[in-house]
């Protein structure tokens, strides 16, 4: 069992910046993978960025550039988040995924950016 949990996101105007960190209770190194979904209010969540063990990243076309996701230690994952849109506005989860062991979930922190 991996316990995930979020830093707190906030509010923040458009254009601005925030850095939303993970805590994992267990090495991510030993996870296939660690990821960052969000979830706006009546839409379907959606992979917003991960990375794997190696540091190989990957984005979702909307925040390419603008988002950025790194591991800062085996513990703790990051997603820095620049020039925030409106349409950033979400609930932002943690993931770790496992092919042996399955997914595991954060609570979720909520990022709100004022246009």
């Known amino acids: 069992q991996v316990q995930l949990v979020e830093s707190r996101g906030g509010l923040v105007q458009a254009g601005g910046s925030l850095t939303l960190s993970c805590a994992a209770s267990?090495?991510?190194?030993?996870?296939?993978?660690m990821n960052w979904y969000r979830q706006a209010p009546g839409k379907q969540r959606e992979l917003v960025a991960s990375?794997?063990?190696?540091?190989?990243t990957d984005y979702a076309d909307s925040v390419k550039g603008r988002f950025t996701v790194s591991r800062d230690n085996a513990k703790m994952v990051s997603l820095q988040m620049n020039s925030l849109k409106s349409e950033d506005t979400a609930v932002y989860f943690c993931?770790?995924?496992?092919?042996?062991?399955?997914?595991?979930w954060g609570q979720g922190t909520q990022v709100t950016v004022s246009s």
């Open positions: 993931n770790a995924y496992s092919s042996r062991w399955g997914s595991y």
């Open positions: 267990e090495s991510t190194l030993i996870m296939t993978a």
């Open positions: 990375i794997t063990p190696s540091g190989s």
